[in-house]
Nanobody
Framework: QVQLVESGGGLVQAGGSLRLSCGAS????????MGWFRQAPGKQRELVAS???????NYADSVKGRFTISRGNAKNTVYLQMNSLKPEDTGIYYC????????WGQGTQVTVSS
């Protein structure tokens, strides 16, 4: 099993930046992908960004050019640098790790005020 702990959410004005962090523990050697989903009020959870074990990344069209996903040197930490934030980026951001199963973090709130 893999356990995930997120940090870094908060309140920011439009145009500002935030950096989310997600640390994994447990059977981290089995992880083949990590990333972030988000869920806005009244909407379904959507993929924001992901990074696979080889280092390739994938982004939702709505965040391309503004968000950057990266990993720490130990590869058990993933970061999401969010720049030029917009009010529509508001939501709960969930870290996930994919291995034989999928583990989720507890979620961290991001609120962007206009």
């Amino acid at each position: 099993q893999v356990q995930l702990v997120e940090s870094g959410g908060g309140l920011v004005q439009a145009g500002g930046s935030l950096r989310l962090s997600c640390g994994a523990s447990g059977t981290i050697y089995s992880i083949n992908a990590m990333g972030w989903f988000r869920q806005a009020p009244g909407k379904q959870r959507e993929l924001v960004a992901s990074i696979i074990s080889g280092g390739s990344t994938n982004y939702a069209d709505s965040v391309k050019g503004r968000f950057t996903i990266s990993r720490g040197n130990a590869k058990n930490t993933v970061y999401l640098q969010m720049n030029s934030l917009k009010p529509e980026d508001t939501g709960i951001y969930y870290c996930y790790a994919h291995y034989d199963y999928v583990s989720w973090g507890q979620g961290t709130q991001v609120t962007v005020s206009s």
